[in-house]
């Protein structure tokens, strides 16, 4: 077991059964919904436990690109960026195709910014804004995640907050009522059992690393690469769901167009350069999507192509904008890997990169034709990402491709919730005492996922489900 890591029975609240550890709230997960529901309630003064199962926190947030979406921030008007919650609203419906719990949008375009000032209050740092998959106006704010982890973790620890790692959660336990009254735990200590008085918060994550979920709702997305938290294998969709909760958006998983075929462990690959002027070709050099289209449904289009890969292809001008160490646009480190081909012609480039040199030719010639404004596109395209940026020819030498595939990084579906964060069994009605939030959760982002929205879905529905904990409790050592 880590150093992190206490007996649980030492910093407990006695009550009920002297024999079982009992807490006010119980969070199950350490990725950014876990954490900062954890940090936010350990701060309301309620006796928190965060289990992770895990050696380490951070989950899939941890190796995230680090976007957040925000809007009204200090960032965005420093850049003189034009935006507003109603274009943020109309972005995430257009992106969930009218699929989206309306309530869920509500409750997050009411609570960001406050959540925005909160992880400033952190010290959390926002050092880019960028546009990016989904959005009509440049919203994600870049963080350095690992660093916004380790913060909150230190608060929550600062705030009397308990965590265990390796420390699985396996079973809800509720009364004769329905309540939900605590969670089975299992360790290298064998199973216990702990309290949860006011509640049980779910921020269990998505289960891209369960083959088992995957073949049962989304087994077209077997061929895209398996990624996320390695410990993120549906846990607590299936808790619940053996309770009775219902689910959302189970049939819209798909995964993220743009990572390298040896996309490894350790550095988490993924270029979004279609949206700094690239098109996509498959191996017989034609294109076969819109490329400003969010890179969701580019994940979902590169699977019915020759060997389910994509090739981003781009000139000098793009290469220019590289930023190195900045995820999505980072195409130096990707060159450092030697996952880029670089050549003076097309016709060179598409031979090193295994592509049809005289079908890649004309495919830029037409593209390049369209971008003058000669003949409409092939594909329907007319911005660099979302309604948003002018294309630009692919003609300044060397000339780029990056083979790409799409990257399973999230499920971005799962337990239904009402506002307040409240697991609604099949029938819509309130599985009291149990909470939800972050990517184990469905009905947020409907048909599809915009970039940022998920590490900024986790904060602001850590909160939400804080205030609404804290509010609706008595803490017995509550101030
Ligand atoms: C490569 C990559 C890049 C991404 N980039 C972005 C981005 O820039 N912006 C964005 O918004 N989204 C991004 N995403 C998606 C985003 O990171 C995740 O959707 C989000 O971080 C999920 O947060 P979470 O707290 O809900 O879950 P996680 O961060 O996955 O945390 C869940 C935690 O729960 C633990 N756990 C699971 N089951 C149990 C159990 N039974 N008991 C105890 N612990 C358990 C897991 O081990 C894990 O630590 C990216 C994802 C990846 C993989």
Redesign the pocket.
């Known amino acids: 077991m880590s150093s992190a890591s206490h007996d649980i029975r030492d910093r407990t609240v006695p009550r009920g059964d002297p024999d079982i550890p009992a807490y006010d709230l119980v969070v ?9 529901a954890a940090t936010s309630a350990a701060e309301f003064g309620l006796a928190v436990l965060l ?4 050696e ?14 925000f809007t009204g921030t200090d960032e965005q008007a420093e850049a003189a960026i034009a935006d507003s919650a109603e274009l943020f609203l109309a972005d995430l419906l257009e992106a969930g195709q009218h699929r989206n719990d309306r309530a869920l949008l509500e409750t997050y375009l009411r609570h960001q910014h406050k959540t925005y000032r909160w992880l400033k209050a952190h010290g959390v740092v926002f050092d880019e804004v960028e546009i990016s998959s989904g959005q009509s106006a440049p919203r ?1 704010h ?1 963080t350095a ?1 690992k660093d916004v982890l380790a913060g909150l973790h230190a608060a929550f620890t600062a705030a009397g907050g308990h965590i265990q790692l390796e ?4 079973h809800l336990r509720r009364d004769c009522s329905g309540r939900i009254t605590g969670v089975t ?1 299992e360790s290298a200590d064998g199973q216990h059992q702990i309290t949860a008085r006011a509640g049980v918060a779910l ?4 289960f ?1 690393r369960s083959t088992e979920l995957l073949s049962t709702f989304a087994p077209e997305q077997l061929t895209a690469i398996p ?10 969709l299936r ?1 619940a769901w053996r309770l009775g909760a219902g689910l959302a958006d189970m049939s819209c998983v798909s995964g ?1 167009f743009g990572s390298h075929p040896d996309t490894g462990e350790d550095f ?1 690959e ?1 270029l979004t350069a279609y949206y700094m002027g690239a098109i996509i070709v498959n191996k017989l050099g034609r294109r076969f999507v819109d490329e400003s289209r969010d890179y969701k449904s580019l994940g979902r289009a590169v699977l019915t192509q020759p060997g389910a890969l994509g090739f981003e292809i781009f000139d000098a001008k793009v290469r220019a904008q590289s930023r190195r160490g900045v ?2 646009k980072d195409i130096d480190t990707l060159e450092d890997l030697g996952h880029v081909h670089r050549a003076d012609t097309l016709d060179e480039l598409a031979t090193q990169a295994g592509i049809d040199p005289a079908t890649l030719t004309d495919t830029v010639s037409r593209y390049n034709c369209a971008v003058t404004g000669a003949a409409p596109d092939d594909l329907g395209r007319t911005s660099l990402c979302h309604g948003v940026g002018q294309l630009q020819p692919i003609d300044t030498p060397p000339y780029f491709a990056y083979p790409a595939k799409s ?1 399973l ?2 499920t ?1 579906c799962g337990l239904t919730i009402n506002a307040h964060g409240q697991v609604l069994d099949i029938d819509g009605e309130v599985i009291d005492g149990l909470y939800a ?5 469905g009905g947020f982002h409907g048909a599809s ?1 915009i ?8 904060a602001v529905f ?1 909160r939400v489900v804080a205030q609404h904990i804290a509010a609706h409790s008595r803490p017995p050592n509550s101030p």
């Open positions: 199950v997960g350490s990725g950014i919904a876990g954490l900062t289990l992770e199962k895990t380490r926190i951070g989950g899939s947030s941890a190796m995230s690109g680090g976007w957040f979406a994600s870049h995640i420390h699985r959660a396996t735990v921020a269990t994550g998505g891209s990624y996320g938290g390695k410990g993120n294998t549906g846990d607590g808790m993220t988490h993924l995820a999505l990257l990084t999230s971005y939030l972050g990517e184990v959760t996922y970039t940022g929205t998920s590490l900024g879905k986790g850590g």
